[in-house]
Nanobody, 122 residues
Framework: QLQASGGGLVQAGGSLRLSCAASGRIFSNNGMSWFRQAPGKERDFVAGISWNGGMTNYADSVKGRFIISRDNAKNTMYLQMDSLKPEDTAVYYC?????????????????WGQGTQVTVSS
């Protein structure tokens, strides 16, 4: 019910825009977030947005480089990623929270997209 897309291979300093399309009853009332998982590492919070887009929060590692947004009319969430670094390389997952606000806790997320690979070369 969540479909992530937009990943790819990009050089350091480049940009990518990820999209997460939701279907069914998920989305308009749910906080949404992006997480990422690098090989051999845990899944980490990247950015989150409240149900109406009024509140956003970011991991320190991406603050000032990434922007999360959503279009409830299109049931779609976005992650604009600029000034990409090799350490941003990971599989990126979108997730819908059980709450109206986003959180950094994995246990607050009931629905997950399938992931999209982002690879940043140096």
């Amino acid at each position: 019910q969540l479909q992530a897309s937009g990943g790819g291979l990009v050089q350091a300093g480049g940009s990518l825009r990820l999209s997460c399309a939701a279907s069914g009853r998920i989305f308009s009332n749910n906080g949404m977030s992006w997480f990422r998982q690098a090989p051999g590492k845990e899944r980490d919070f990247v950015a989150g947005i409240s149900w109406n887009g009024g509140m956003t929060n970011y991991a320190d590692s991406v603050k000032g480089r990434f922007i999360i947004s959503r279009d409830n009319a299109k049931n779609t969430m976005y992650l604009q990623m600029d000034s990409l670094k090799p350490e941003d390389t990971a599989v990126y997952y979108c997730a819908a929270s059980i709450k109206a606000l986003s959180s950094r806790s994995l246990s607050d997320y009931r629905y997950w997209g399938q992931g999209t690979q982002v690879t940043v070369s140096s």
